[in-house]
Nanobody, 124 residues
Framework: QVQLVESGGGLVQAGGSLRLSCAASRSTFMTYHMGWFRQAPGKEREFVAV????????SYADSVKGRFTISRDNAKNTVYLQMNSLKPEDTAVYFC?????????????????WGQGTQVTVSS
């Protein structure tokens, strides 16, 4: 399985931006569909965004549409999440996820590999 390491989290004021990165350990990165989930305190982990291994299609949770953008650089084995117009309710630990089968990705139940998570805190 591929190992994933996230970076880029931090503290930001509402309305600000952050870019998360997720670096994969293996050259087989291109065989994986990649995405992001998040988990806020006291809540279940929820889907945020996914990008297929070819770069299209992409899908987003309704709560982040128009504000977040997922992208990937297959040459660098890295997937990104650009987060703009951040809100306090975006505060959560963000997890990178990899899956070889796109079917069911958004449920989070059959993810092949998870990153360790990176904290994003948005102050009001």
């Amino acid at each position: 399985q591929v190992q994933l390491v996230e970076s880029g989290g931090g503290l930001v004021q509402a309305g600000g931006s952050l870019r998360l990165s997720c670096a994969a350990s293996r050259s087989t990165f291109m065989t994986y569909h990649m995405g992001w989930f998040r988990q806020a305190p006291g809540k279940e982990r929820e889907f945020v965004a996914v990008m297929s291994r070819s770069g299209a299609p992409t899908s987003y949770a309704d709560s982040v549409k128009g504000r977040f953008t997922i992208s990937r650089d297959n040459a660098k084995n890295t997937v990104y999440l650009q987060m703009n117009s951040l809100k306090p309710e975006d505060t959560a630990v963000y997890f990178c996820a990899a899956k070889t089968n796109l079917l069911g990705f958004t449920t989070g139940h059959t993810i092949d590999s998870w990153g360790q998570g990176t904290q994003v805190t948005v102050s009001s």
